[in-house]
């Protein structure tokens, strides 16, 4: 399997626009996780999905977060409008429907907003 | 709710030498108990994991860890530094109930001296 596929892998953009991050998770895996990582508050979930189904956003900073899983193999996550605090590293992850079972992260996209 | 807490940002050690990062959890049932490895510009790798069955968990790369009920710790160590295990380490724990969201600790940076 590929693993989990993340783009772009780079984003700049500037303050105002609108940004989607995509994700695929890998085949069979039933939950989806977006991350975000900055120096400040190191790692935190945003946002995850069972089935496709949307389960806890109490992470999403504020309404200008938006994310949706269309179909079981399809994620985004939309910003709109970007501010330059939301500079960071967003990660999609996913696992298996299985007590305990890891997470498989992707390659993560660096988003800069200037 | 459970929380992590890495002991030390940033640990330095010289090649060959001992490896010991501190990870102390708390949660008000059984754990389920991770490490994850970040190299640069990549995303999180697990290195092991502790679900109640042995105590001492052997990982890859030849990393290990002691679930201590006790002490709430579960410390990762190596008996020997190698200079390819410069990364972030990353502590998280989830709950024995379901996919429940891994919280993860703040991480800590190894550092490998040669």
């Known amino acids: 399997d590929a693993g989990v596929i993340q783009s772009p892998r780079h984003e700049v953009t500037e303050m105002g626009q609108e940004v989607t991050l995509r994700c695929k998770p890998i085949?069979?895996?039933?939950?989806l996780f977006w991350y975000r990582q900055t120096m400040m508050r190191g790692l935190e979930l945003l946002i995850y999905?069972?089935?496709?189904?949307?389960?806890?956003d109490s992470g999403m900073p504020e309404d200008r977060f938006s994310a949706k899983m269309p179909n079981a193999s399809f994620s985004t996550l939309k910003i709109q409008p970007s501010e330059p605090r939301d500079s960071a590293v967003y990660f999609c992850?996913?696992?298996?429907?299985?007590?305990?079972?890891?997470?498989?992260f992707g390659n993560g996209t660096r988003l800069t907003v200037t | 709710a459970q929380s992590v807490t890495q002991l030390g940002s940033h640990v330095s050690v010289s090649e060959g030498a001992l490896v010991l990062l501190r990870c102390n959890y708390s949660?008000?049932?059984?754990?389920?108990l991770f490490w994850y490895v970040q190299y640069p510009n990549q995303g999180l790798q697990l290195l092991l994991k502790?679900?109640?069955?042995?105590?001492l968990v052997k990982g890859i790369n030849g990393f290990e860890a002691e679930f201590k009920k006790s002490e709430t710790s579960f410390h990762l160590t190596k008996p020997s530094a190698h200079m390819s295990d410069a990364a972030e380490y990353f502590c998280?724990?989830?709950?024995?109930?379901?996919?429940?969201?891994?919280?993860f600790g703040k991480g800590t940076r190894l550092s490998v001296i040669a």
């Open positions: 999905f069972n089935n496709n189904v949307p389960i806890d």
């Open positions: 949660s008000s049932v059984p754990p389920y």
């Open positions: 992850a996913s696992s298996a429907r299985r007590d305990n079972s890891p997470l498989h």
């Open positions: 998280a724990v989830s709950v024995n109930s379901g996919n429940t969201p891994l919280v």
């Open positions: 085949s069979g895996h039933d939950y």
């Open positions: 502790y679900t109640s069955a042995a105590t």
